[in-house]
């Protein structure tokens, strides 16, 4: 990238889940200092502000391949609200069809583009574990734990999803040993009914409550449905009060065509100041 190229982006959101979206087919995006300069443009207040940041780039095997990031700069491998954004970013592009195939480093996706709707059939889980006992300082957690893309932990609650003290829950959780050296998402999430759950997430990367996590209500659909509390398709109401459809089928102990629904919505287009982005 030259020194003095500004840079195109789209400010897109799912569900609340906000991203920065850039078409590098053009290799525009620096690679130097790049985990460094993410965080500085998703920061909020001081920068674009995002939960995460999107680069689309050619694949000679699928339409396009992504490279996701999270808030503070570290590399995803997947993101269930960032990857509907991304494909219809791609979609309105014209670098890809309404049905497509884009590759992610959890293996390839595809997503189908209705205008605003997009569904997408995300990676095959897997990693399930049930009734999963940790020590947090001396509290007791009971979480359960499966991988859609990305590793999640679900903790099912009775009272008020407001009551939870989600920071410190959430944090504890994520950095226990029992899931090191990676971490882990952490959803705490209450069953309205066998089509209905609610869900707050602590995001890893973003080190705090987002309003939105797709890869994280796959998760607490597919754990609940375990339990027989939900059946597919399951509406998943997020923090943002936006809601997402998780449908999949179970096959022996596998989930199989499991699928992510809900909107990607355009906020608007912008230019990063070549200035911002060389200090």
Not at 204 to 212: D, F, I, N
Request: some cysteine.
């Amino acid at each position: 990238m030259l020194a003095s190229e500004d840079i195109s982006f789209w400010k897109m959101q799912g569900s609340g889940n906000d991203f920065i979206v850039i078409d590098n087919r053009g290799f525009v995006f620096p690679e130097k200092n790049r985990p460094e300069l993410v965080a500085k443009l998703c920061q909020r207040g001081l920068g674009v502000g995002a939960d995460g940041l999107i680069l689309i780039e050619d694949d000679p095997y699928s339409d396009f391949l992504w490279h996701f990031y999270n808030a503070d700069g570290s590399e995803a491998e997947m993101c269930g609200n960032g990857g509907r954004c991304a494909a219809r970013f791609a979609y309105l592009k014209r670098i890809a069809s309404s049905d497509m195939v884009f590759r992610t480093q959890a293996g390839p996706v595809r997503a189908l583009v209705d205008r605003s709707l997009v569904k997408l059939e995300m990676t095959q889980p897997f990693g399930l574990r049930q009734k999963i006992n940790l020590d947090c300082d001396g509290v007791n957690e009971k979480v359960d734990f499966i991988n859609t893309g990305v590793p999640h932990a679900v903790v099912t609650v009775e009272a008020s999803l407001d009551q939870v003290a989600l920071d410190e829950r959430g944090a504890k959780i994520r950095y226990h040993q029992e899931f090191a050296p990676a971490g882990t998402n952490v959803n705490f999430i209450k069953v309205d009914n066998e089509h209905c759950l609610s869900i707050r997430t602590y995001e890893r990367g973003v080190e705090g409550e987002t309003l939105a996590c797709g890869t994280g209500s796959v998760a607490a659909a597919l754990l609940a449905s375990e339990y027989g509390q939900v059946v597919s398709p399951t509406r998943v109401i997020t923090r943002s009060g936006e809601s997402l459809m998780i449908y999949y089928k179970k096959a022996g102990e596998t989930f199989t065509e499991v699928f992510l629904e809900g909107g990607a919505v355009i906020v608007y287009k912008g230019v990063l100041d070549s200035e911002f982005i060389e200090c």
